[in-house]
């Protein structure tokens, strides 16, 4: 499932969509289509929606990954989630996955596909434990794992489990034969209800490891974090590598061409590709896309910077801020905590701005 919008995650979603926000200098997607393919997937159907020829174009038709990849376009936003997969199970006639493209978990695919043929369910969730629970859809399980009970996006006081759909499920085909054709239906809103409604077994897959939805720019620089603490392993990195820069004062990964003055980072920064960065610059838990320019005494304190910036001599930009690609930061300007600079913008010298 690739065909939403990012909104939550916007400016950096106006040119890329979601699934294609780089992460360690690879497409978020790249990780579970790795993941699917350590499972043993073979072919894999893309449905694909918003900025659909940026996913298409990385990706192609899978040949680089061994495997084989369809794309399924048109009305993929308008149909929700089960609706647009409705369109693709047609074609199966076997078990199959879905899984979000824009997830970073440790879940064990395998695992789970193995416990769904175990059950003999027509549907299996994968679900992760959380904190706060209202930014998802919750469920209870009873002692075989069956789920009883399912609600979307619970207000706190109705939030009556932690633990949350993580976005990869196993499926019988038959299971959409309850899926109208043509009408917008999704998954959490209206097959998983209907299913209980009519006393069809979902069962739950309940598990521990790592999973983060990527949804906002804070839980972003937490996956990043997390990569470098030790708690999400991806398969080309090694922690131990990532940490032993301590001439930066902190954990740096870079991308290719990086042109570095001797700077000072506390936590972590991850810079993409072609990143010039100047004297007596300062990096706090941040990301820094690629082609971006820093000139020298700059300040960046988790913020995530887009693709093809330019930050000019003395800027400060304060934690939680985002700034979109193609923008100007000109020198000696303070970016308030949590602002959102638009694509494209240019910041005038000696500017202040704050948040609302």
């Known amino acids: 499932m690739a065909g939403g919008k990012g909104t939550r995650l916007l400016p950096l979603t106006v040119y890329r969509p979601k699934p294609m926000i780089p992460f360690f200098n690879k497409p978020l997607m790249e990780y579970i289509l790795e993941n699917l393919i350590r499972a043993g997937v073979d072919e894999v159907f893309v449905l694909t929606g918003y900025l659909k020829e940026r996913i298409m174009n990385y990706f192609g038709d899978g040949s680089d990954w061994g495997i084989e990849i369809h794309y399924s376009n048109g009305e993929n936003l308008k149909l929700g989630t089960a609706g647009a997969t409705r369109k693709v199970a047609k074609k199966m006639e076997d078990t199959f996955i879905v899984a979000s493209s824009d997830i970073l978990t440790g879940l064990d695919i395998r695992e789970l596909y193995s416990y769904h043929k175990k059950k003999n369910a027509p549907a299996t969730i994968a679900l992760s434990r959380v904190e706060d629970p209202t930014q998802y859809g919750i469920a209870i399980v009873d002692s075989e794992n069956r789920i009883v009970r399912f609600k979307e996006k619970p207000k706190p006081e109705e939030a009556f489990s932690n633990l949350v759909n993580a976005g990869v499920y196993v499926f019988e085909p038959e299971v959409f034969d309850l899926v109208p054709e043509g009408e917008n239906f999704d998954f959490s809103m209206n097959l998983f209800p209907k299913m209980l409604q009519e006393n069809i077994p979902i069962y739950g897959f309940p598990f521990d490891e790592y999973w983060n939805d990527v949804g906002r720019p804070s839980s972003y620089l937490q996956a990043t974090e ?63 896309f690629s082609n971006v320019t820093i000139e020298e005494g700059v300040e960046i304190k988790e913020a995530i910077i887009g693709e093809n910036v330019y930050i000019g001599k003395g800027v400060l930009i304060q934690p939680g801020s985002v700034i979109g690609d193609n923008s100007v930061i000109e020198e000696f300007s303070k970016i308030g905590s949590n602002v959102k600079i638009w694509v494209e913008s240019r910041i005038g010298k000696e500017s202040i701005i704050l948040p609302d």
């Open 226 to 288: 997390d990569v470098f603490m030790g708690k999400l392993s991806l398969s080309q990195l090694r922690v131990d590598s990532l940490k032993g820069n301590l001439e930066y004062g902190g954990a740096v990964f870079t991308g290719k061409r990086c042109r570095l003055r001797r700077f000072n980072i506390r936590g972590f920064a991850v810079l993409g590709d072609n990143v010039e960065i100047g004297r007596n610059v300062k990096i706090e838990r941040s990301v820094i």
